[in-house]
Each structure stands twice: as structure tokens, then as C-alpha cells.
């Protein structure tokens, strides 16, 4: 749970710190006059969702939402869980000292990247 977690913040940030993600959703959210909504991470590949409920996420500075976070339906949810069950056993194989590197090289990207991250996080 923890790596899967730690796998999906940092993917979603980095995919949307992306130049193409913000001018996707800079269009998308000009076109609704709504904060940008993020893409969902299902099976390994950002998609749309079909959701119409969000998480907003609200810049603490200035009380803005800058992004919404799709709450899935039920047939996505269904999808990612089917995806994780088919993952599983491979994971379940994977040694310690394996899991251990991918969690340490995780570490040094987010170092690398704490300036960037953080205004991501607060624009």
C-alpha cells in the first residue's frame, strides 16, 4: 500500500507538472471556467475520468482551487482494483532489497525535485 501510494503522488504530480498536462488542462479549465481536473491513473495510463464529483485542491494562501481531483466511478474503481489484484503476484515476488531501492530512488526524486513539487503543490 504504502509503495502504491508513494508511486501515485509522484506520478501524478510529475505528470501534472508536465508543459503538455498544464496546457491541457489550462484549455480544459478555461473552456468550463473551472479549476483544472487531473487525469485518474488506472492499469498504468492517465485517462479522463467519467467521474462528476471532485476533491478540490485548494491553494492554502490564497483559498483558490487550483485543481480538482476526480472521485471514480464505480465501474473505474472496479477497473483499478481488478488492475492491482493482476499486479499483485508479481509484487508479492518482488524481494525487499528490490522494493527498498525503488522507495530510495523515489526519495532522491523527490529531493530532486522539492522546489518544483512544493510549487506544484501550493500554485
Do not use: C
Request: hydrophobic content about 45%; aromatic content about 16%.
Amino acid at each position: 500500500f504504502f509503495f502504491f501510494f508513494f508511486f501515485f503522488f509522484f506520478a501524478r504530480l510529475m505528470f501534472l507538472g508536465s508543459r503538455s498536462a498544464r496546457l491541457l488542462t489550462s484549455a480544459r479549465s478555461f473552456a468550463t471556467g473551472q479549476a483544472p481536473a487531473g487525469p485518474m491513473l488506472i492499469n498504468g495510463k492517465f485517462r479522463e475520468s467519467k467521474a462528476t464529483e471532485f476533491w478540490r485542491g485548494i491553494n492554502p494562501a490564497t483559498q483558490e482551487v487550483v485543481a480538482r481531483t476526480p472521485l471514480g466511478t464505480f465501474d473505474e474503481f472496479r477497473e483499478a482494483v481488478d488492475a492491482a489484484k493482476a499486479a499483485f503476484p508479481a509484487g508479492r515476488n518482488t524481494p525487499a532489497q528490490a522494493r527498498v531501492r525503488i522507495m530510495l530512488k523515489y526519495q532522491q526524486l523527490i529531493r530532486e525535485h522539492t522546489e518544483e513539487l512544493a510549487k506544484l503543490i501550493t500554485k
